[in-house]
């Protein structure tokens, strides 16, 4: 359950990326993803031009040309996306100035790729549950780069902590689990008040505040950005979606050909 200030905090009054009536954003992402909040509201609360891609998944070829023909400006796909699109259409994903990728880790060499071509590219984390965004990390020179991209700092509004298992913060450079908060949080998940109440907890720095559990292993860059390391369970993304394992071994389990999974 989003609430609409998580919506306006996620595209008002920011800095991670330019909104403005100039701009032209194509909504490419299916409109139960969180990801079209971004384009939609991005661009109609600026007076901006939304582009809507029509019904069905594009090709390569077909997105690329998409891109030429629309004067795509500000641009939102999948890292596991951006990697195809950088390596079959580099062309066409140059003439986009402003490339926002996420929702997975973002392939070093493509993103150096990418940025030593003279674009830029920001790297959005967040889960839905914190409306799209809690952090973002703006890349103009191959050198921002290193052994892996940083997910950044905070977008405002918002408010992020690395705490160990009795939710105390952890120093510079130790891992921890990443708890996020602010206007961007979410209600709850619609329905299941006990998922809401293990996800959604009391911030002790805050009072009447609560955090969100990423289930994120992360740890702060001397910087002030942050690095992700890893989940502190079993989940793992494909194309963008949240797979639990767990339930894929308990489906498996239920064939009357298996014995363990």
Do not use: C
Request: negative net charge.
């Amino acid at each position: 359950g989003v609430p609409h200030r998580a919506v306006s905090r996620l595209v008002l009054g920011t800095d991670f990326a330019h909104f403005g009536p100039e701009e032209v954003w194509l909504q490419l992402a299916p409109i139960s993803f969180d990801a079209s909040t971004l384009e939609v509201w991005g661009a109609l609360l600026h007076g901006a031009k939304l582009v809507v891609y029509p019904a069905g998944t594009p090709s390569l070829e077909e997105l690329g040309r998409k891109l030429e023909s629309s004067g795509v400006t500000s641009l939102w796909l999948t890292a596991a996306l951006f990697e195809q699109m950088q390596a079959r259409q580099p062309k066409a994903l140059a003439s986009v100035r402003q490339l926002l990728a996420g929702g997975d880790a973002l392939p070093v060499s493509r993103v150096k790729e990418r940025l030593a071509a003279g674009g830029t590219l920001i790297n959005g984390y967040g889960p839905t549950e914190n409306t799209t965004f809690s952090s973002t990390y703006r890349m103009e020179k191959p050198e921002e780069v290193g052994a892996s991209v940083s997910i950044g700092r905070p977008v405002r509004n918002t408010v992020a902590y690395v705490l160990d298992g009795g939710m105390r913060p952890v120093p510079v450079g130790v891992p921890g689990e990443l708890y996020v908060g602010g206007d961007g949080l979410a209600v709850g998940y619609v329905g299941r008040p006990e998922l809401t109440a293990e996800r959604f907890v009391p911030s002790p720095y805050g009072e009447g505040e609560r955090l969100y559990r990423t289930g994120d292993v992360v740890r702060w860059l001397r910087s002030g950005a942050l690095e992700f390391l890893g989940r502190a369970d079993t989940q793992v993304k494909v194309r963008g979606y949240r797979i639990e394992l767990g339930e894929v071994e308990a489906a498996l389990a239920q064939h009357s050909g298996v014995n363990e999974a």
